[in-house]
């Protein structure tokens, strides 16, 4: 498709990020001056006044570019996807997080790479050369890529960066792959991708740095990590 005729749907997922929303909103608009796109922010009843600030954030950009699609409470960051997509009217879709891990300033490599390659998915990652993380402590770190490393070594899915969640999607693939997607939290970005690779869909990959969240507290904890091996297993087993 001509690639002024593309729009793109930003799905944004917030819980308590207040401090963050008005930023990135910044940061996109600042860094897509010239594409055609909306954001879509899925806020799980966050009781730290997120959906105040989103309003407000229509009321400057107006409410065709800012869509508030609440929820009424923590569902899943799986199902708010899912949530968003049903009001996605572009035939795009990117998947951020508000925490300002994902800069926005890697989105025009998003969508130049998709025009150069036609890729189904172009996905940010953390593990090529031009990548990495910011912020974190040397413990993280190494759980970030044995988790990475054992994903690869047991699902060999040809992409470098398995749990990364920034990434950009044709919509109807995201629409095919998402239906097949059981998991929940942590593990959901692994199965989508996994899932998109065994359907042979093509993959492109954009190296990102990835900055651990400026406000607010980092919602990954021991639990997640469990429900991770145990969504290996379960992606070993089903795929």
Not at 146 to 168: E, I, M
Not at 209 to 217: E, M, P, Q
Request: hydrophobic share 40%.
């Amino acid at each position: 498709m001509d690639a002024a005729k593309n729009k793109y749907s930003i799905i944004v997922p917030t819980y308590n990020e207040r401090l963050n929303i008005a930023l990135i909103v910044y940061l996109i608009f600042k860094h897509l001056p010239d594409e055609d796109f909306e954001i879509i922010v899925v806020d799980d009843g966050s009781p730290d006044g997120t959906q105040e600030i989103v309003k407000q954030l229509q009321k400057l950009y107006g409410e065709d570019r800012i869509l508030l699609r609440p929820r009424a409470k923590k569902l899943g960051l799986g199902t708010a996807y899912i949530h968003g997509l049903k009001h996605a009217s572009g035939n795009f879709v990117v998947i951020m997080d508000a925490d300002l891990s994902h800069h926005p300033k890697y989105l025009p490599s998003f969508i130049q790479k998709q025009l150069e390659t036609g890729a189904s998915i172009v996905t940010g990652t953390r593990y090529v050369t031009g990548g990495g993380v910011h912020g974190w402590n040397l413990m993280r770190k190494l759980t970030s890529r044995g988790a990475n490393v054992l994903a690869q070594t047991l699902l060999w899915p040809g992409v470098s960066d398995l749990t990364g969640s920034f990434r950009l999607y044709k919509k109807s693939v995201l629409e095919d792959v998402i239906s097949s997607c059981v998991s929940k939290g942590y593990v959901f970005q692994m199965e989508m991708i996994v899932r998109a690779s065994r359907k042979g869909c093509h993959i492109e990959e954009v190296p990102i740095t990835f900055v651990d969240r400026v406000f607010g507290s980092s919602k990954l904890g021991g639990s997640e990590i469990v429900e991770y091996l145990k969504g290996l297993v379960y992606l070993m087993i089903t795929t």
